[in-house]
């Protein structure tokens, strides 16, 4: 690869790289927390952190003014960044969820760590543009083709680090153990085809491949997956839950997407998908169970009683008709008071708007259950903000805290255009309601990540012809 970390972009106020303390009066700031208030003064540091915020303060000499609505940058928690390449090649057909599977083989058999790197890093330029501060890429294609590693077997990570780091925002590789084609009652499938390139020989061989991953730069974190009960066998999670629990580690696991998931679990072992996690050790507060969508009764109260967190892709969840998780049993308190919590991602990147995510767990369930007001904006808001951020393990109440704008906190700042069509009529009682339901991506205006401004005026800054590069990646990474 030709890039690196050392080529992230940097805000054009300061050369690139945070100075003194700055300071920016926002029209109007919503810090994730509190209430939405008027001419807030955020100060930033030159560690990118916020250093102070002061409502209904004098700007004073030297603040630049953010005209708008701020709100702190959000956590995309679940992306396959290669699957933006099927985007307008794969919802107009029929078939299933397996049928687009197929199409998703294609793409992932022509990538190698070159042309990943090019896709990855237009597709987390996108992101940016949407406000997205931090990434969890959920990360399977490893190998070379055929399963053959590469000369570093990691080549594949340290493309997706870099083009994180050129595209501005921070990510936490969660690498997805991937070790067969699915259970039967006859004992594990083999993979084939495209899958090879997804495989270890087993849990401990993931474990020590991941383990000497070292990515480069801050902006980065190494988690763990398992890719879901169908890839990994009953008997290997216990060994990818015990390596993410070493260090504290996010653990996520795409659960129960799809009924043939849990019957041919229920053939194999005798249990659903969500009791084998349980029994393997693997559902815990660090866990992040991805979709959900079909859950029995003793699986939600597993999920709650772990304090689990449950991450909805809502664009993708319909697009690949997949179904609609139980939202509201999910999120209620158990008789000792355990509750899953929520968080949201992009997954197949059918879009890369987390506005429309929020909205989108919202509306789901209106058509589900056949009532409004399920979930109220505020948390809507926060599944994608403090939420989303300690999902990934960037922790919501200790160093390194992100999602919200406080002291201490990361500097990350995104002003919507409250002037534009969507949100004409602004109201600041009904602020956040207006952002989950009416906003889009398009109406982002300036973002910054880490004290370091990636887009201005709807712009990247490290890639201002972002469209005709995402171009070329897309075409590229397509048989």
């Known amino acids: 690869m030709t890039t690196s970390a050392s080529s992230r972009p940097r805000g054009p106020d300061t050369g690139g790289r945070p100075g003194p303390v700055r300071r920016y009066r926002c029209e109007w700031l919503w810090d994730g927390e509190g209430d939405v208030a008027p001419d807030v003064l955020v100060e930033v540091g030159a560690e990118g952190t916020v250093t102070d915020v002061a409502r209904a303060a004098p700007a004073g000499p030297g603040a630049e003014e953010l005209p708008g609505l701020t709100i702190p940058g959000m956590a995309n928690s679940h992306s396959h960044a290669f699957h933006r390449a099927l985007r307008g090649r794969t919802h107009d057909g029929a078939g299933s969820f397996w049928t687009w599977r197929e199409r998703m083989y294609g793409v992932a058999a022509r990538l190698d760590p070159d042309s990943y790197h090019r896709l990855a890093r237009a597709v987390y330029a996108e992101m940016a543009l949407a406000g997205i501060t931090c990434v969890g890429e959920f990360h399977y ?86 890719h879901s009960v169908r890839a990994v066998p009953r008997e290997q999670i216990p060994a990818v839950a015990e390596w993410a629990a070493e260090e504290d580690r996010p653990l996520h696991v795409h659960l129960s997407e799809q009924p043939a998931e849990n019957e041919a679990c229920l053939a194999a072992y005798g249990s659903t998908p969500a009791v084998v996690l349980a029994d393997a050790g693997a559902l815990t507060r660090r866990t992040s169970a991805v979709h959900a969508t079909h859950l029995a009764d003793g699986d939600v109260a597993a999920l709650r009683a772990a304090r689990c ?150 712009v990247h800054q490290g890639i201002p012809d972002l469209p005709r590069v995402l171009d070329a990646a897309v075409k590229e990474s397509n048989p």
């Open 141 to 226: 294609l490893h190998h070379g083709p055929g399963g053959t590693p590469y000369a570093d077997p990691n080549a594949m990570s340290a493309a997706l680090v870099a083009a994180a780091a050129d595209a501005g925002i921070r990510v936490t590789l969660l690498d997805a153990c991937y070790l067969t084609g699915g259970p039967s009652p006859e004992g594990a499938r083999p993979l084939r085809g495209a899958q090879l390139r997804f495989g270890d020989a087993d849990a401990e061989a993931w474990a020590d491949r991941v383990a000497a991953f070292r990515p480069d730069g801050p902006h980065a974190r190494v988690g763990a997956a398992v």
């Open 309 to 458: 967190t449950v991450c909805l892709c809502p664009t993708t969840e319909r697009d690949l008709a997949d179904g609609v998780a139980r939202v509201p049993d999910l999120l209620a308190a158990s008789g000792t008071g355990a509750a899953a919590r929520l968080a949201l991602g992009t997954d197949g990147h059918a879009q890369i708007d987390m506005f429309e995510e929020m909205r989108g767990a919202e509306l789901h369930e209106r058509l589900r259950g056949g009532r409004r007001g399920v979930l109220a904006p505020r948390d809507l808001a926060r599944a994608a903000l403090a939420h989303g951020h300690a999902s990934l393990g960037w922790d919501e109440s200790g160093p390194g805290r992100a999602g919200a704008i406080v002291p201490g906190a990361r500097a990350d700042l995104v002003t919507l255009d409250t002037d534009g069509v969507r949100l004409a009529g602004f109201d600041p009682a009904h602020a956040i309601g207006a952002v989950v339901f009416a906003a889009t991506a398009a109406d982002v205006r300036h973002v910054m990540a880490d004290g370091r401004w990636i887009v201005r005026d709807g």
